[in-house]
Nanobody, 122 residues
Framework: QVQLVESGGGSVQAGGSLRLSCAAS????????MAWFRQAPGKERERVAS???????IYLDSVKGRFSVSQENTKNALYLQMSSLKPEDSDMYYC????????????????RGQGTRVDVSS
């Protein structure tokens, strides 16, 4: 069974940076898609960024140019480098994975982490 564990969340002032990490264990997916989602209270979980086995990335419009997703296959690790953070980026951030193509919906991902909290103060 695939397990995903996020780390790297925390509190930062607006304009600052954070790097989220996701460590995968029990990985058996071939050509997987890995993604970061976030969810604010009362809102639907939205995909922030995803990366497929070929390195193709997709970003939420509001984070383009500020966030960068990457993966290190030898370590089964996924990262999200977040820069120029804004208060509206404050959310729980979740790592997720699935075999095959990337989907925008959380429900399409079979491996899901427990989340890490990001708080951005103005």
């Amino acid at each position: 069974q695939v397990q995903l564990v996020e780390s790297g969340g925390g509190s930062v002032q607006a304009g600052g940076s954070l790097r989220l990490s996701c460590a995968a264990s029990g990985w058996t997916y071939t050509r997987p898609c890995m993604a970061w989602f976030r969810q604010a209270p009362g809102k639907e979980r939205e995909r922030v960024a995803s990366i497929n086995a070929y390195g193709t990335t997709i970003y939420l419009d509001s984070v383009k140019g500020r966030f960068s997703v990457s993966q290190e296959n030898t370590k089964n690790a996924l990262y999200l480098q977040m820069s120029s953070l804004k208060p509206e980026d404050s959310d729980m951030y979740y790592c997720a994975g699935k075999p095959g193509d990337c989907f925008p919906q959380w429900s399409g991902y079979t491996a899901r982490g427990q989340g890490t909290r990001v708080d951005v103060s103005s």
